[in-house]
């Protein structure tokens, strides 16, 4: 079965820069019309959509936060990596990781980690 | 315009039906995708494609959809179904994915 995990700091500081690592087991990223995304959501807010990558290594960043994501992918551990700079307390959520299946007309969430709580403060 | 737009409440009385919808011009193009999230868990997909439920997912629920606007209908609600409800497809240039605002649901 497909199981998705998020891991990384609980708490950074503002400025500082957020690594978080999505760790699954199920599935391959290799396989066509995979990929893996990342999603948040501020407390009491909504799920915001972040960054994606897929199975032949082209990735998808939200147009808002672009200059500071970077995602990338190690086949061979199963592992999803994203790294948001400049962190600032707007950006304290639950991050999420999930796994993706696109096709010609969707492109959707059908597993998801249990999401990790991440809080920016000094 | 690159947003999906759902109302922010909506209650049903039990054993009714519900329709919560979601709005954008994107949603000519590609199909929505529906979740369901209760306080403290992770999102759970409960239509995707044209009118697809994962394996699990109750056939009380639906999808359609009519030029601008996705639809998700609950037919005879029941009081595990109160939850916040997300629809997400992508935008209209098909290169980013967007979710909508999200519809707490109340069964009353």
């Known amino acids: 079965q497909i199981t998705l995990k998020e891991s990384g700091p609980t708490l950074v500081k503002p400025t500082q820069t957020l690594t978080l690592t999505c760790t699954f087991s199920?599935?391959?990223?290799?396989?066509?019309?995979?990929?893996v995304g990342w999603i948040r959501q501020p407390p009491g807010k909504a799920l915001e959509w972040l960054a994606l990558i897929y199975w032949n290594d082209d990735k998808r960043y939200s147009p808002s936060l672009k200059s500071r994501l970077t995602i990338t992918k190690d086949t061979s551990k199963n592992q999803v990596v994203l790294t948001m700079t400049n962190m600032d307390p707007v950006d304290t959520a639950t991050y999420y990781c999930?796994?993706?299946?696109?096709?010609?007309?969707?492109?959707?969430?059908?597993?998801w980690g249990q999401g990790t709580l991440v809080t920016v403060s000094s | 315009s690159s947003e999906l737009t759902q109302d922010p409440a909506v209650s049903v009385a039990l054993g009714q039906t519900v329709r919560i919808t979601c709005q954008g011009d994107?949603?000519?193009?590609?199909?929505a995708s529906w979740y369901q999230q209760k306080p403290g868990q992770a999102p759970v997909l409960v239509i995707y494609g044209k009118n697809n439920r994962p394996s699990g997912i109750p056939d009380r629920f639906s999808g359609s959809s009519s030029g601008n606007t996705a639809s998700l209908t609950i037919t005879g609600a029941q009081a595990e179904d109160e939850a916040d409800y997300y629809c997400?497809?992508?935008?209209?240039?098909?290169?980013?994915?967007?979710f909508g605002g999200g519809t707490k649901l109340t069964v009353l």
């Open positions: 994107s949603l000519r193009s590609y199909y």
């Open positions: 999930a796994h993706v299946l696109y096709s010609s007309r969707s492109t959707y969430f059908d597993y």
């Open positions: 997400n497809s992508r935008d209209s240039s098909g290169n980013h994915l967007l």
């Open positions: 199920g599935f391959s990223l290799s396989t066509s019309g995979v990929g």
